[in-house]
């Protein structure tokens, strides 16, 4: 039987501790985490980040919270969200893609930012110059939104004879302008005539498509945008059942139904960014840690669906691939 002293003592030395405990709970770092797109369907490229985080030493629910905003597409939300999370003081904000990185970077400019963006950082105003940053933020430029071009070409090399080709494009996202312009110029050199498509949701999807249908198009480039990558699986279903052969810019889109992908491998890009954040919180300066560029794209073609079009790929655009799903 414990003595009524002793009983005294071990209480008190239990309601000592209490506030230790909470005070470690409340000193765990908090990561803000925005996010332009869906959940779901970004969950294996968060799945990347956080693998990333537990490999640089953090791991969620454990030593480090991470604070989730998922803007759904309506990149009008995107600043509300950015500023709610800078006043939860975390001490990081990952911002992904370009239009949440903007909305973070004009919410704080003292409170560290790793960002994943497709156009040029410096332009965005996001950072000084690539290898020293500057300011509070620094991040990945995974060069989607400039890829149009190369991506035009690897159509045409699928489809020697195509003339009219579809442009689908989000008018609210900030690179639109750049994709749109990237894209047409490189048509005029291949003799090719651009229809530029417009959505920013699912429903304009659908319209965008019957679009493509009544005025027919001989092949369709889908342009960099992340509500277009939450929307893959529809995009992918939609051309396979009106027959247009159509690129994107990530792999994920070919391993739902897409015919073709050239871009940034993503998982990568992703790993990046736990990396970088891992680093920060362990105390390094976003102003010293340089923009990490994207240098690998990878070709992946799905040889089921171009076969499902009655498509044959030429074997020098099959010697070129990086991977060809079967």
Do not use: C
């Not at 309506?74 to 950015?82: R, S, T």
């Not at 004009?106 to 950082?121: G, H, K, Q, R, S």
């Not at 690539?130 to 690897?154: C, D, H, I, M, Y």
């Not at 679009?211 to 277009?228: N, Y």
Request: charge should be neutral; aromatic fraction near 6%; charged fraction near 20%.
């Amino acid at each position: 039987m414990i003595r009524r002293r002793e009983f005294i003592t071990l209480l008190g030395g239990a309601a000592a501790a209490w506030p230790v405990a909470a005070r470690a709970q409340q000193a765990m770092p908090l990561v803000g985490y925005l996010n332009a797109g869906l959940p779901r369907p970004s969950a294996p490229l968060v799945a990347a980040f956080r693998q990333s985080l537990d490999e640089g030493g953090y791991v969620e629910r454990r030593n480090v919270a991470i604070e989730y905003r998922w803007a759904e597409g309506q990149y009008d939300q995107l600043p509300a969200m950015a500023t709610e999370l800078v006043r939860r003081q975390p001490a990081v904000i990952v911002a992904i893609p370009t239009p949440a990185a903007v909305a973070a970077k004009a919410a704080t400019t003292t409170i560290p930012i790793v960002f994943n963006v497709a156009e040029d950082p410096i332009k965005l105003g996001l950072v000084a110059s690539l290898a020293r940053p500057g300011g509070n933020a620094t991040g990945v430029n995974f060069f989607q939104a400039e890829l149009g071009a190369k991506a035009l070409g690897l159509l045409r090399q699928l489809l020697p004879a195509a003339a009219r080709i579809g442009l689908l494009v989000n008018p609210s996202n900030p690179s639109v302008d750049g994709v749109t312009n990237d894209v047409t110029t490189a048509a005029r050199a291949l003799g090719v005539q651009i229809d530029v498509v417009q959505a920013r949701d699912s429903g304009e999807i659908e319209l965008a498509f019957a679009t493509l249908v009544r005025s027919p198009v001989d092949a369709l480039l889908v342009g960099a945008d992340s509500f277009f990558f939450n929307r893959r699986l529809q995009l992918a279903a939609l051309a396979t059942r009106h027959a247009i052969p159509a690129i994107y810019t990530a792999r994920e889109f070919v391993e739902v139904g897409g015919l073709m992908a050239y871009g940034t491998n993503l998982t990568e890009v992703y790993r990046q960014l736990g990396d970088y954040t891992s680093r920060i919180l362990k105390g390094g300066k976003p102003a010293d840690l340089p923009v990490v560029q994207s240098t690998k794209f990878e070709l992946v073609i799905n040889a089921q669906i171009a076969r499902m079009l009655g498509l044959t790929v030429p074997p020098s655009l099959l010697a070129v691939a990086d991977e060809v799903i079967e």
